[in-house]
């Protein structure tokens, strides 16, 4: 179990608890291994980036991004998918993100307060984070010599 | 032994029967299905032994899936494979008549434990 305590409206959840959880799916998944790490020094592949989100809306709202360079992407598609990473289209590298953040936030939610609604997952272009909010907690990862970011939002209540 | 696999994704659909190999079932007749309504009209054609079905999905859930083949009358084995599992949702689906839920991620370990005790090859 994760040690995540939620209290009222808010939650507490540790970056090694997000790390755990990011493992487990990338590695149960995909067999393939992530590393935490502090910061990213090199330069971002210059073909662009991926962004999941799921939002989780109940007595907690939030959501779960997953931030990931395309290149990563396809082989984490091509790792789902059992197939090269050239052999994937861009349907199929999206719908691996798309599951992959639905997983994050299907896993999160077990850990809220009930009822909680889990959103359908959507994968957009580019690096985007939610205009509202605060960060609650955030990874960063090396997977395939690539980052990989984990970021969990909360939202304000609605009145 | 005919098995219906229900997700709205591609990649877990294919994850799902590449798992179902790796856990040694390997004479299975596999049919697919998008969502629940996509679900509705294969059983209808192909009633299959046994249905693994994601929780979340457009058109029709799978919760509101097995609440319809309980409505058809059908007796069908189903158990769900989804990224949620709470305490309320396990609830829900055993009211429902679901045998188990798998939750994602998943391994090949948990599959043969958990779907041995349905799938006779």
Known sequence: MLPIAPVQNAITLSADALFELAESIWHSLLEMEVQRIDHWSADLP??????????????????????????????TAAAMFKATPAAM????????????????????????????????PAVVEGYTIPKKGRIVEQILLR????PLQIILFEREKLL | MKILIVDDSNAMRMIVRRTLREAGFNNLEVLQAGDGNEALEVIHKTPPDLILSDWNMPNKSGLELL????????????????????????????????????????????????????INE
């Not at chain 1, 997977?143 to 690539?146: A, S």
């Not at chain 2, 309980?70 to 769900?80: A, D, L, M, Q």
């Open chain 1, 46 to 75: 210059e073909d662009g980036m991926l962004t999941g989100c799921v939002y989780l809306d109940g007595d907690w709202r939030g959501s779960v991004t997953l931030i990931c360079p395309k290149p990563l992407a396809r082989q």
């Open chain 2, 67 to 118: 609440q319809a083949l309980n409505e058809e009358g059908y007796n069908i084995t189903f158990g769900f494979v989804t990224t949620e599992a709470t305490a309320e949702m396990r609830g829900k689906a055993a009211q429902a008549g679901a045998k188990f839920l798998i939750n994602k991620p998943f391994t090949a370990e948990t599959f043969a434990t958990t779907l041995g005790m349905f």
């Open chain 1, 143 to 146: 997977c395939e010599n690539q």
């Open chain 1, 89 to 120: 289209t861009e349907t199929e590298v999206q719908d691996a993100i798309g599951e992959l953040t639905h997983m994050l936030g299907g896993n999160l939610k077990s850990l809220l307060p009930t009822p909680c609604h889990l959103s359908p």
